[in-house]
């Protein structure tokens, strides 16, 4: 894959988030270039919140992303997205997004973005680490689609290389790796993509049996659609292959839903931005 190159935008965020007074506060914030929060929302009274935005509305070639989420002790955050990222065709250089996500000892991260969409052509760069420590409580997913085919775009040209992990302290908990090219035998065998053009992983940790038996009840698919949980150890691990990002999100709003209590001891509380 060719190097980001100087031309492109190079963004950077950085939140801390805090307990205090029996309230989670968003307590450090620094930004530059074109990736900010809102101010954050309580809908739950004393959980934050926030929206990440990117106003230009999608990557192109040569952008470099990073965002750094801290969530201290006892504190408690939910992020999410307006809408969708979309990575944008490329003439030859790459386009990155690194983020950062560390959670500490009593804290809790609910990162619930939605989905990110590969254009034909792109090529992309996605890495996404979690680092926590004992007494963490962490709840996740992403949403990877792969060209636009209501607009009659398939993903056959470009590339994209994901890393996924999950750490506790130095320990790994999940660490993943692929590499999609565009038109390649992945896409389309059995054991790849099978044709299918929406994939997305849903984590949540500590779990247990209790919690992979209420998802496996709570979540249905409907057509073709294939979803699948299991347990690696404390982590609870979905999968979601199938051709719609909005059944993709259903799937794992209804996993979170399902996990939520017996995690976190409270009933889910969608962002508002979803329903807009």
Do not use: N
Not at 15 to 30: C, K, M, Y
Not at 34 to 49: I, M, N, R, S, T
Not at 140 to 155: D, N, Q, V
Not at 202 to 212: D, I, N, R, S, V
């Amino acid at each position: 894959m060719a190097e980001a190159g100087p031309a492109g935008w190079e963004a950077r965020l950085a939140l801390r988030f805090e307990q205090r007074a029996g309230r989670t506060v968003l307590a450090h914030r620094s930004h530059e270039g074109p990736l900010a929060v809102q101010k954050p929302f309580y809908p739950e009274g004393d959980v934050c919140h926030v929206y990440l935005l990117h106003p230009p509305g999608g990557v192109v070639g040569g952008d470099r992303l990073a965002i750094e989420i801290e969530v201290a002790s006892d504190a408690h955050a939910v992020i999410t997205t307006p809408a969708a990222g979309k990575f944008y065709r490329s003439a030859g250089h790459a386009s990155m997004q690194e983020q950062r996500l560390s959670v500490a000892p009593g804290a809790v991260l609910e990162w619930l973005p939605q989905e990110t969409i590969l254009y034909a052509r792109c090529r992309a760069s996605l890495s996404t680490r979690v680092t926590l420590v004992p007494g963490a409580r962490f709840i996740g997913w992403e949403i990877l689609c792969l060209g636009r085919p209501a607009a009659g775009e398939r993903f056959d040209a470009g590339v994209c290389r994901q890393r996924l992990e999950l750490w506790c302290e130095d320990r790994p908990l999940l660490i993943e790796r692929s590499t999609i090219a565009g038109g390649s035998a992945l896409l389309r065998a059995p054991w790849g993509f099978a044709g299918r053009t929406v994939s997305g992983t849903f984590l949540a940790t500590p779990a247990g049996e209790t919690m992979l038996a209420a998802v496996r009840e709570a979540v249905a698919v409907e057509g073709d659609d294939l979803f699948s949980a299991t347990l690696l150890d404390s982590v609870l691990l979905c999968r979601y292959l199938g051709d719609s990002a909005e059944s993709a999100r259903r799937c794992f709003t209804d996993a979170w839903r399902a996990v939520r209590p017996g995690l976190l001891g409270r009933a889910a509380q969608p962002p508002r931005i979803w329903r807009t």
